[in-house]
C-alpha cells in the first residue's frame, strides 16, 4: 500500500513529537502492508505550522530517512504538504513555499473544517486555473461537503480529486463523518484513502485495517484502487481516471 497523508516527521506539527515516535508510526505503518508514504506535516497555518519548505524542512526530512535507514525499516518517505489553503496560496506554490506530492503536479489541500461551500469552490479554483491539481484531503469532515455532498460532485468534475482518512470510514471521527464518508464512497468521489496518521497510539497508520474493510464492504479491486494505484499515479504524476462519479 502508499499512503499519502500521513504526519511522521518529528517534532514539526501535531503529529509525531519526535525521532522514536517517527520511527515507531514508520514500523507500525510497514507491517500492516505499506512500503511507501508521503510526509505530510501541515503547512501555512499562520500562527500555528507555516512549514514553508526550506533548509530546516529538508534536513528534518533527510534526518528522518537518515534514521529509517540505519534501524533498518524498509519504508521509502516521499515529501510532500498538507497544506491550509488560502485565497493567497498559489503564490506561495510559485515562490516554491508549498510544495506538491512527490513534486508531481498533484497538491494536497485542507480547508477551515466551517468554510462555506463558495469559498472553497473559489480557492480550489485558483489552484486548478494555476495548471495545479488540488488532491482535497478528508472532504468528509468539511460541514459544506456533510450538508452538500454534491459540492464533492462538483469539485472532481472541475479536476480536483479526493482523499478519505481511513478513520472515517471506521467510525473514529463521529457519525456524521462517517455516513458523509460512506456516502462518498458508494457514489464513487473517493480517489484515494490514507491514514492521516498523527501517532504510534491515536489515530495510527497501521493500514491493514482498513485493507480489510475495503475488501470485506466493497471487494478487492476497490481496495487496490484506492489504497494502491490511484496513489501510486498521483505520486508518479500520471492522470488519474474516475469510475462511476457521479451526482448524490
Do not use: W
Not at 216 to 230: G, V
Amino acid at each position: 500500500m502508499i499512503d499519502i497523508h500521513i504526519h511522521i516527521l518529528p517534532g514539526i506539527d501535531d503529529g509525531s513529537s519526535d525521532l522514536e515516535e517517527s520511527l515507531m508510526m514508520a514500523d507500525i505503518s510497514v507491517r500492516s502492508g505499506v512500503h511507501t508514504i508521503v510526509a505530510t506535516p501541515h503547512s501555512n497555518l499562520t500562527g500555528f505550522y507555516q512549514n514553508y519548505f526550506d533548509e530546516r524542512f529538508y534536513r528534518n526530512l533527510q534526518r528522518f530517512r537518515r534514521a529509517l535507514e540505519r534501524e533498518r525499516i524498509p519504508l521509502t518517505v516521499l515529501s510532500g504538504m498538507e497544506i491550509f489553503t488560502t485565497d493567497h496560496v498559489v503564490p506561495k506554490m510559485d515562490q516554491g513555499k508549498l510544495i506538491s506530492l512527490n513534486h508531481s503536479r498533484y497538491y494536497l489541500m485542507e480547508f477551515d473544517f466551517g468554510l462555506d461551500g463558495e469559498m472553497m469552490g473559489g480557492r480550489l479554483k485558483d489552484v486548478l486555473n494555476s495548471g495545479r491539481i488540488p488532491v482535497i484531503a478528508h472532504p468528509e469532515r468539511y460541514e459544506c461537503i456533510q450538508e452538500y455532498p454534491d459540492l464533492l460532485y462538483y469539485f472532481m468534475k472541475e479536476g480536483c480529486l479526493s482523499q478519505v482518512n481511513k478513520g472515517s470510514l471506521l467510525g473514529r471521527f463521529g457519525r456524521d463523518v462517517k455516513e458523509t464518508a460512506d456516502q462518498l464512497m458508494e457514489q464513487g468521489l473517493v480517489t484515494c484513502v490514507a491514514s492521516d496518521a498523527h501517532s504510534p497510539k491515536f489515530r495510527t497508520p497501521f493500514m491493514a485495517e482498513i485493507q480489510d474493510y475495503l475488501e470485506q464492504i466493497y471487494d478487492y479491486k476497490i481496495a487496490k484502487q484506492l489504497l494502491y494505484d490511484n496513489p501510486l499515479r498521483i505520486l508518479q504524476d500520471e492522470p488519474v481516471s474516475f469510475y462511476g462519479v457521479k451526482r448524490i
